[in-house]
């Protein structure tokens, strides 16, 4: 799970439609190139529609050179409760063992302390949280391993 990018609040635009700010930009850089030597690339990255979310997921695209065939673009993770999101999580396809997701708070925080055995205050933006379920089908997933956390002030000196 990938939090977005930190979003300018600075564009006469709707919620949807706010692009990431510089700040925003040189984290999700700086994150996604750290995992990109990390983890295995995912099979597929799910990213909510959102302006600021897609342009986070295209960082994470490339880094991990993942094809646009296996990038999509979901309008049901432009969602803050959560409910949205883990009904796209398990109905997710049982072939796909690794999927990365890009969306928003509060509904990623509150489903990664849900489906995880490490509780995380905030997730905060551009931050990468990995789980791990020991199911054949996403959709019997309850509870998992939290694998790893990558945030911003990690890598920052």
Do not use: C
Request: glycine residues 6%; charged residues 25%.
């Amino acid at each position: 799970m990938v939090r977005h990018a930190k979003s300018s609040w600075k564009h006469n635009v709707n919620d949807h439609k706010r692009p990431l700010k510089g700040r925003g930009k040189r984290d999700a850089s700086l994150v996604s190139n750290y995992i990109k030597n990390n983890i295995t690339p995912p099979q597929k990255i799910i990213t909510s529609d959102a302006n600021r979310a897609h342009s986070t997921a295209q960082y994470f695209k490339e880094a991990l050179g993942v094809s646009d065939k296996k990038f999509i673009k979901n309008h049901d993770l432009y969602d803050f409760g959560g409910q949205n999101v883990m009904v796209t999580i398990k109905s997710l396809k049982n072939k796909w063992h690794t999927v990365m997701i890009v969306g928003h708070n509060h509904a990623f925080t509150s489903i990664v302390n849900m489906l995880g055995d490490k509780y995380i205050e905030n997730f905060p933006t551009s931050g990468f949280v990995m789980l791990q379920f020991d199911v054949d089908s996403w959709s019997d997933i309850k509870t998992g391993k939290t694998i790893k956390t990558v945030f911003p002030r990690d890598l920052k000196n």
